[in-house]
């Protein structure tokens, strides 16, 4: 299906505001519920590595939004006198628009990075878990370098010479895709699996419904954050212009996923009887102690 690119841009930024106001909701609750005191008497430390990402995180897709509603002003009043605004988006070897794509793939090489992190922690920081996709999250960020490389091409343009950049862009996106596709499908699936197992106790003993019991799994998975990615390989892959947003919204997507994470991880801090829990270490009644927040 064809969409004209000045289309999918302009429809990629509204989504995108949209999504990064619900981000930045997200961004504040956990701020809040990470300097609020545990309600309880063990101290319950919040992960300062998920606080680490999170600001990071929320200053890469911070970046990233600014970039794309400055290039829609750029196409719209400043570029030709904004007579010609699909040869701006078109034009991808403009500053802003490297400057956008660095962002977006560093985003994505950080998520990546967070990712293996949560297996690590849920593993009860077992090494030998991590060694794939740390191997794979090395591979990832060289592929990252020379996808940033090809937006360098001057007078890369995705209107007047399309058959050019696909060829120069394609087999650089594509392991890159292929690449943070299988790591994440292995790390949320790992983390599933973990959590799965270990959780049937916590349900059993504490009645909790299968229902409550799948989204917990999912969100401590971080599996939005894989969807998206799966979304993005089939759209780039049948060469529609809806991957740009696909792309431009996956700034957004990933910080939500990461902020619902550590929302649920402050909210169990602050007051864990008001979520439900899965405790890797197996013990029903040791909440508290779960080594997921470590």
């Known amino acids: 299906m064809f969409v004209p690119l000045v289309t999918a841009?302009?429809?990629s930024l509204c989504i995108e505001s949209m999504l990064y106001g619900v981000f930045c909701t997200l961004f504040v609750i956990s701020l809040y519920l990470a300097a609020r005191k545990p309600s309880t008497d063990?101290?319950?430390k919040y992960p300062r590595p998920m606080l680490v990402f999170s600001i990071v995180i929320f200053l890469v897709i911070t970046t990233h939004w600014s970039l794309s509603a400055a290039r829609t002003v750029q196409a719209f009043f400043l570029y030709l006198d904004g007579q010609n605004p699909a040869a701006f988006f078109g034009d991808v070897s403009q500053f802003t628009a490297v400057f956008r794509e660095g962002m977006l793939l560093g985003l994505l090489v950080i998520g990546d990075l967070t990712i293996v992190?949560?297996?690590w922690a849920i593993w009860s920081h077992h090494k030998g878990v991590i060694i794939v996709?740390?191997?794979?999250?090395v591979g990832l960020s060289a592929l990252a370098v020379m996808n940033l490389y090809v937006f360098f091409v001057p007078g890369t343009n995705l209107l007047q010479n399309p058959g050019k950049f696909e060829a120069n862009i394609s087999i650089w996106t594509g392991a890159l895709c292929t690449?943070?596709?299988c790591m994440n499908l292995y790390c949320t699936?790992?983390?599933?699996?973990?959590l799965w197992k270990v959780g049937r106790v916590t349900r059993d003993?504490?009645?909790i419904s299968r229902f409550t019991f799948v989204v917990a799994i999912l969100v401590e998975s971080l599996s939005l954050y894989t969807v998206w990615g799966i979304f993005f390989l089939v759209f780039y892959g049948l060469e529609s212009f809806l991957y740009i947003l696909i792309s431009d919204t996956q700034s957004p997507v990933t910080g939500i996923a990461f902020m619902i994470l550590n929302v649920r991880v402050g909210m169990r801090r602050s007051d864990p009887a008001s979520v439900v829990t899965l405790d890797v270490s197996?013990?029903?009644s040791g909440a508290i102690k779960d080594r997921s927040l470590a």
């Open 9 to 11: 841009n302009i429809v």
């Open 42 to 44: 063990i101290n319950m």
């Open 117 to 119: 992190y949560r297996l």
């Open 133 to 137: 996709p740390m191997v794979l999250l």
């Open 179 to 181: 690449t943070t596709f």
């Open 189 to 194: 699936g790992m983390i599933g699996y973990k």
């Open 205 to 207: 003993r504490e009645s």
């Open 282 to 284: 197996g013990r029903a």
